[in-house]
Nanobody, 128 residues
Framework: QVQLAESGGNSVQAGGSLRLSCEVS????????MGWFRQAPGKEREGVAG???????SYADSVKGRFIISKDNTKNILYLQMNSLKPDDTAMYYC??????????????????????WGQGTQVTVSS
């Protein structure tokens, strides 16, 4: 059974930083694509950053230069380092995993539809 568990969400002031973690268990395929997504109230779920099993990454334009996605293969943990946070970054953040596919799909329109395994989310609130 595949399980994903996010942590690290918090309330911060604009300009601050947070690091989100996503612990993955039960995934056995050596080829995969993982992503961080976010959903603000009244908005569609959007891809923030993706990484595949080869280490290729993708980022939404809105977070390029501020967020960094990485993974620790020994611990099966996905990270999202978020710097220079803005109020617009306020959302519930989710991690997801699926079999190998172009990492660009994470940040494509409706990219979330390509992922079948999700965590429960962790809330990030950025105040001005």
């Amino acid at each position: 059974q595949v399980q994903l568990a996010e942590s690290g969400g918090n309330s911060v002031q604009a300009g601050g930083s947070l690091r989100l973690s996503c612990e993955v268990s039960g995934w056995t395929d050596q080829s995969y694509c993982m992503g961080w997504f976010r959903q603000a109230p009244g908005k569609e779920r959007e891809g923030v950053a993706g990484i595949d099993s080869n280490g290729m990454t993708s980022y939404a334009d809105s977070v390029k230069g501020r967020f960094i996605i990485s993974k620790d293969n020994t611990k099966n943990i996905l990270y999202l380092q978020m710097n220079s946070l803005k109020p617009d970054d306020t959302a519930m953040y989710y991690c997801a995993i699926e079999g190998f596919r172009p990492v660009s799909m994470v940040v494509a329109v409706n990219g979330a539809n390509a992922f079948g395994y999700w965590g429960q989310g962790t809330q990030v609130t950025v105040s001005s």
